[in-house]
């Protein structure tokens, strides 16, 4: 989740103009849009934004934000927002935000991506909103001026040494650490879940709405659940979906703990889909049986830990740990089974030169490596011990093979500074408006993590449950049935009475 999820969404491009920078204060003014009378934010300057192809009516502004919200009036930051107007203005209720995931994902790109089905499902009910947080495409940035070896997906995440060993990890953890509190400033330590949720409610002003419907994921569920916390009487119809465990002590350090658990559990998925029979017309075909998947996989990210074998990405071979993570990213979605199981095959074939999915093929732009680790560096202490790590990870690397010891290791979270702010404490406190929707199979917010958001929100939600694989449900990797129950909640506010599993 620490979505830690896709190297797309820490790539994606903002429709939104080119990153801001810390600006001069703006003054509060009244936004020009619909809204219920007598709520005021600073003013937004609307422009068209839609691309060609893309989603009609699609439109972009800036919004203004403290630096410090301690000092509202001094240093600003720019966050790029997007909207999509109802076409049915007798049918409009009021507004959907769109809360990205991540950390790292764009709302903007988000919205252009999802809005067309979102736009159809909605009906009109809703003005469609959403933003890139702090750090993310169109909004101010940061950077840590990392080296480019220091940017790959399998750097930034810790994969052990083929051995198991973690020196290099923990050399590399504490250089990036430095290097972000020597380049990162003040901009990069304001990317924080707190301010990100500020920032949402600065953002409710602005659009001139009393109350704020909203659909987050991943990531993002996180960000919704803290915006529940501290402004109950501002939410309206509230859907968490992909959903991870938000124990105040260890937040993101969790979620990354639990992706072992998670890749245990999606496997199966993969494992069958890679022995049907109906692969062999595809030519994708690894095993004859669904069990047999598994050692073949293992084996072959052995021998590539021992022999890395040269890949059409210059300097990059495929490695053991390049193998494993882009085994991670393809258990996001089925859509992306084929892809993996062409990588294994090019790997097992001596006159194969294998094609790297571009989730491991080469470095992150060095600001949104930057964006990948603040955000969840910045909302709570992790630990540094060395030998506590080794430990971890010599554990876990036993009862999880597939994910090697990655989860438990040491991060440059260890060495970062401490955090400026406790992190919040999600509790039973505020309205019952929450549908939290959940696959039994998600492999970055795995379903036993979910469970705690649910006991920690008490009588204010309702889970839906879907036996399905695969992270991020509602219109995506979910289904119909699973769509219909999001869908009749935000347009009639219809919810299940109690806990309920979707069939079909």
Request: aromatic letters at 6%.
């Amino acid at each position: 989740m620490t979505t830690y999820t896709h190297r797309t969404l820490l790539l994606a491009l903002s429709l939104a103009t080119v990153a801001a920078t810390v600006t001069a204060a703006a003054p509060a003014a009244r936004a020009g849009t619909s809204g219920t009378a007598g709520t005021t934010g600073p003013a937004l300057t609307w422009r068209p934004c839609a691309e060609p192809g893309g989603l009609t009516g699609q439109e972009c502004a800036q919004l203004p934000v403290p630096l410090d919200y301690r000092d509202p009036d001094g240093p600003q930051l720019s966050l790029a927002v997007t909207r999509v107007r109802s076409d049915r203005p007798e049918a409009r209720r009021g507004t959907l935000l769109v809360i990205p995931g991540g950390p790292g994902e764009s709302g903007v790109r988000r919205l252009a991506a999802k809005g067309p089905a979102l736009r159809k499902a909605m009906a009109g009910t809703y003005d469609l909103v959403s933003f890139d947080p702090r750090g993310v495409g169109g909004s101010s940035r940061a950077d840590c001026g990392l080296d480019a070896a220091d940017r790959h997906l399998v750097t930034l995440r810790s994969w052990p040494g083929p051995d198991g060993g973690i020196d290099g990890n923990v050399a590399r953890s504490r250089r990036i650490a430095e290097a972000c509190q020597r380049h990162g400033g003040a901009v990069l330590r304001s990317f924080t879940t707190r301010n990100e949720t500020r920032d949402i409610d600065r953002l409710r002003q602005a659009l001139g709405e009393e109350k704020l419907s909203a659909w987050a994921s991943s990531y993002g569920t996180y960000v919704g659940a803290v915006y529940a916390q501290k402004y109950p009487r501002h939410t309206d119809r509230w859907v968490l979906d992909s959903n991870g465990d938000p124990n105040p002590s260890r937040v993101a350090r969790g979620w990354l703990a639990n992706i072992s658990v998670g890749a245990e559990d999606r496997f199966p998925d993969f494992a069958a889909w890679a022995a049907d029979p109906a692969r062999e017309r595809e030519g994708l075909r690894l095993a004859r049986r669904p069990e047999d998947v598994r050692p073949l996989f293992l084996a072959l990210a052995a021998k590539l830990d021992r022999e890395p074998k040269e890949s059409t990405t210059p300097g990059v071979p495929l490695t053991g740990n390049r193998l494993r993570q882009a085994l991670q990213s393809a258990l996001l979605s089925d859509g992306l089974f084929a892809e993996l199981a062409r990588l294994v095959q090019q790997a097992q074939d001596p006159a194969a030169e294998p094609v790297l999915p571009d989730a491991v093929a080469g470095p992150l732009p060095d600001q949104d490596a930057t964006t990948f680790m603040a955000a969840v560096c910045n909302d709570v202490r992790w630990p540094a011990s060395v030998p506590a790590h080794r430990r971890a990870v010599t554990a876990d690397r036993a009862r999880h093979p597939l994910t090697a010891g990655m989860p438990a290791n040491i991060t440059p979270c260890g060495f970062w500074k401490a955090p400026a702010e406790p992190p919040t404490r999600i509790t039973a406190d505020g309205p019952s408006n929450i549908l939290m929707v959940q696959n039994r199979r998600d492999p970055y917010t795995p379903y036993f993590g979910a469970l705690k958001m649910r006991r920690a929100l008490g009588d204010r939600a309702r889970l839906l449950t879907l036996d399905h694989g695969g992270h991020g449900v509602y219109l995506g990797n979910g289904t119909a049935c699973g769509d219909r129950t999001v869908t009749t909640f935000l347009t009639t506010g219809r919810r299940p009475q109690t806990d309920t599993h979707c069939v079909g």
